[in-house]
C-alpha cells in the first residue's frame, strides 16, 4: 500500500464530518489493510526483498489478534473447592489424632476421633455434590478428582480403624480355638480396608517421605505386621502369610491388570506383560529377616515402589489370577542348594514341570537360567490354599491309667487352623534296650475340623518284666501330604 494513502484516509476523518465521505473512508481501509480493529499487540512481520542491493526494504507492521484465554479454574470454583479442602483438612486432623490415641493403646479415644471424622465427612459429601455443578473445564474436573480420592481415604482409614478397635473388643487380645475362623475371617475384613487405603494413597501420589503422613502410617503398617504374626500363629507355619496376602480383588491390582491386559488376547504374552512390569516398576529391598517379617499387599508395594521378594511375589501372583491365569503357585525356593528355603517366586506347573515366572527378572522370558539350579522345597496352588487353608492340631493334654494289664491313653487334640486334617494318633510301648521291638501298639484316625477338639483312647497290653515306656506319634495330612507330626515320651518304668 502507498505510504500517502492512510495519511489521507485519516485527515479525511478528522475534517469531515460528512457520514457518506467516512463510509467510503472505511471501504478503502478495509479494502487496503484487510485486518479487523487491531489490538495493542503488534509484531512487525519484514516483507520480501524486492529491492536492489542499494535500497533498503521498508518493513510494514502487521497487527495480529489474540484471543482473551478462558481460566483453567473460576473464582466460583476456587471458592467452593477451598471450602471443601479445608473441611477435608478438619477430618484429616481428626484421623492424626486418632493414630496418636491408637499408638497409645488408648482404643477408646481414637475410636471417638474417628466417629467425629466419619461425621464430618457427612457434611463434606453435601460440600462436594455442589462442588460437582462448578466444574467446567478439565483442570476444575482435575482439582474434583484430587479431592474424591483424599475424601475416599479418610473414610477408608477411619472406618478401618473403628472396625480394627470393635475387633479387639469382641474378641479381645487372643481367641479361643472354637473362634479362630470367624475371628480370621472378621479381621480379613479390616485388612482389606485398609488395602483400599493404600489404592487411595497411591492414587494421591503419596509420598513415604511426606512428614504428615508418617503419623498415619506407622499404625497401618503396625496393623500388617500383626495380621502376618496373626496367620503364622493360627496357621502354625511361617509361610501361610503370603498367601493370604495375595489379593486379586485388591483395588489396584485391578486397576493394573485390566489397564496393561485389554488389548492383550494370548495368556503368555499377558504373563509377561504383567511380570514386566512388576520387575520394571518395583525396586528390590533386600529384608533379611523375610521369613519373619511381615508381607506387604499388592497396594502397600505399589505405594512405596519397593519391597523384597515375597512382596514382589505376593504382588505378581495376584496379578496373574486377576487376569484369569489359572493354577498359580507360589514357590518356595532353595537358591543355594543348603536345604534352606531362601527365595519366594511365582511358578504355573504345566505337565511335569513347574514354569518358573520371576518377578524380579528383567530380562527376555519367564526367569533367568539360574533357575535350573534352584530347588523347590515347596508349591502350593494359592488359590487351593485360601479356599482349603491348612489344619494347625496340637497336643493338648495326655493322660494315661493303668487298668489290670492295660494302660489307657487319652489325648486331647485340637485344631487351631483355618483348615481341616486327617490325623493318625498312634501310641507304643518301646523296651529299654531294644530300638525295633515293640511290646504293644494302638493307633486312631479320625478328621479334626477347624475349632474342633477330640480326644482320643488309645489302649496298650503291658508287657512283662521289662524296662518300658510309652511311646507317643500324632501325623497330621494336608492335600494327602505329611504337613506336620508330634511325638512324646513317658518316662521308663519296670514291670
Known sequence: MKSWLPLLLVALILFSGCSELKEQVNKEINKNLRNPKPTPILTPTPQPQTSTPQQTATPVQTYVITPTPTPEVSEEFDRKYSEVEFSLDEVFYLLKSAAVYYEANELGKAKNECLKGRQKLIEVEKELDELYSYQKTEKEMELTKDLEYFKA???????????????????????????????????????????????????????????????????????????????????????????????????????????????????????????????????????????????????????????????????????????????????????????????????????????IWEPQYKGRGSASQDVRNWIIVNSFDVTSFISNPPPNIYVISTKGMTLGREYILNLELANYGLGDGYVVAYATFDVYGSKEYVYSHDKEELWLKSGESRIVDLRLKIPYNVKTRVHVFVYIYYNDRLWDEYESYGDWFYT
Open 153 to 355: 481415604f479418610l473414610d477408608e482409614y477411619l472406618a478401618s480403624m473403628i472396625s480394627f478397635i470393635n475387633l479387639v473388643d469382641k474378641y479381645g487380645e487372643s481367641t479361643d480355638y472354637k473362634e479362630t475362623k470367624k475371628f480370621f475371617e472378621d479381621f480379613r475384613e479390616v485388612k482389606r480396608r485398609f488395602s483400599n487405603v493404600y489404592y487411595y494413597l497411591y492414587k494421591m501420589n503419596f509420598t513415604p517421605d511426606e512428614e504428615e503422613f508418617v503419623e498415619v502410617i506407622d499404625p497401618m503398617l503396625k496393623f500388617e505386621n500383626r495380621y502376618c504374626q496373626l496367620v503364622d500363629e493360627i496357621s502354625g507355619n511361617w509361610y501361610a502369610k503370603y498367601f493370604f496376602q495375595v489379593d486379586p480383588h485388591d483395588k489396584f491390582v485391578v486397576e493394573i491388570t485390566e489397564k496393561l491386559t485389554k488389548d492383550i488376547v494370548d495368556e503368555t504374552q499377558i504373563k509377561y506383560a504383567l511380570k514386566n512390569w512388576v520387575a520394571n516398576n518395583i525396586r528390590y529391598k533386600h529384608d533379611p529377616n523375610w521369613k519373619s517379617d511381615y508381607v506387604y499387599p499388592p497396594s502397600l508395594t505399589a505405594l512405596l515402589g519397593e519391597g523384597d521378594c515375597d512382596d514382589f511375589s505376593v504382588l505378581l501372583a495376584s496379578m496373574f489370577m486377576r487376569a484369569g491365569i489359572s493354577n498359580v503357585h507360589l514357590v518356595f525356593v532353595d537358591m543355594d542348594q543348603n536345604g534352606e528355603v531362601d527365595h519366594l517366586t511365582v511358578g504355573i506347573p504345566e505337565e511335569d514341570k513347574t514354569i
